[in-house]
C-alpha cells in the first residue's frame, strides 16, 4: 500500500492517505485551468473514504466542464488546491499532485479533456487521450 502524504502551501491543512490510487491523470479542463492558474492540473485519484484531513479547507461548489457537480477543496488561508470531488466519479477524490510532499512517483497514464488543451501543451505520447471525460 502507498503512503500519500502532503498539504498546502502554508502548512494549515495536511491530508494522509494508505491506499494506492485508482489512476493519476493530466486534466486540461478549462475550471481546472482556471483553478490552478495554468494549462492544466495533475491529478491523483483516492477512494474518498482512505483519505485523511486535517486541517479547516473552503470547499468552493460548482460545475465542471463535465456538466456535472463538482466540489474544489482548497485551503482558506493561502488559497492552494488540495482536492476534488465530482459527480462524474463519485467515491473518488482527486487530489492536486502538486501538494504531495513527494512528487516522484507521479506518472500519469490519461489526459483528460483534450478538446481543451492549450494547444501550446505537448506532452507524453503514451497516456491515454481522451477529449472529455471517459464515462
Not at 486534466?27 to 495533475?42: E, R, S
Not at 459527480?87 to 483528460?112: H, Q, Y
Request: glycine share 8%; proline share 6%.
Amino acid at each position: 500500500m502507498k503512503e500519500i502524504i502532503g498539504g498546502c502551501l502554508c502548512g494549515q491543512v495536511r491530508y494522509r492517505a494508505e491506499v494506492e490510487p485508482a489512476f493519476t491523470a493530466v486534466c486540461h479542463c478549462k475550471n481546472c485551468q482556471k483553478q490552478v492558474g495554468t494549462a492544466f492540473t495533475v491529478w491523483v485519484a483516492l477512494p474518498k473514504s482512505s483519505l485523511s484531513v486535517q486541517g479547516t479547507v473552503k470547499t468552493f461548489l460548482g460545475t465542471g466542464d463535465s456538466s456535472q457537480a463538482v466540489e474544489r477543496h482548497f485551503c482558506p488561508d493561502c488559497g492552494s488546491p488540495i482536492a476534488t470531488d465530482s459527480a462524474v466519479l463519485p467515491g473518488l477524490t482527486l487530489v492536486n499532485a502538486g501538494t504531495l510532499d513527494d512528487t516522484s512517483w507521479i506518472s500519469p497514464t490519461k489526459e483528460l479533456f483534450c478538446d481543451s488543451a492549450q494547444p501550446w501543451v505537448k506532452l507524453s505520447g503514451a497516456m491515454q487521450r481522451f477529449s472529455r471525460m471517459p464515462v
